[in-house]
């Protein structure tokens, strides 16, 4: 069992950063892929990036590409998400997810959730 707990989400103008952090309960932490995930409202859960257990291969959707930088510390048991040149289409609740398998882009892959945090960029 792993249990996510996210932070960092807050108001940010356009054009600025927020780093998201997501901390992992449990010491098989470093065997687990981890992706991050946004829910805007009316909108479907979509992919963000993904970072495998090693931290050797990273996925990034290609909305995030360039501006989004996924990254682990497995011995803080604490994935990020740094996130620059932020839009306003990026406004959505941020999730971190657990992958037991592989590294993955599809949130069905995911075994473990945790429960969001709210990032809103105003224009």
């Known amino acids: 069992q792993v249990q996510l707990v996210e932070s960092g989400g807050g108001l940010v103008q356009a054009g600025g950063s927020l780093r998201l952090s997501c901390a992992a309960s449990?010491?098989?932490?470093?065997?687990?892929?981890m992706g991050w995930f946004r829910q805007a409202p009316g909108k479907e859960r979509e992919f963000v990036a993904a970072i495998s257990w090693s931290g050797g291969s990273t996925y990034y959707a290609d909305s995030v590409k360039g501006r989004f930088t996924i990254s682990r510390d497995n011995a803080k048991n604490t994935v990020y998400l740094q996130m620059n040149s932020l839009k306003p289409e990026d406004t959505a609740v941020y999730y971190c997810a657990a992958d037991k398998a592989t590294i993955s882009k599809s949130p069905y892959e995911y075994d473990y959730w945790g429960q969001g945090t709210q990032v809103t960029v105003s224009s």
């Open positions: 449990g010491r098989t932490f470093s065997s687990y892929a």
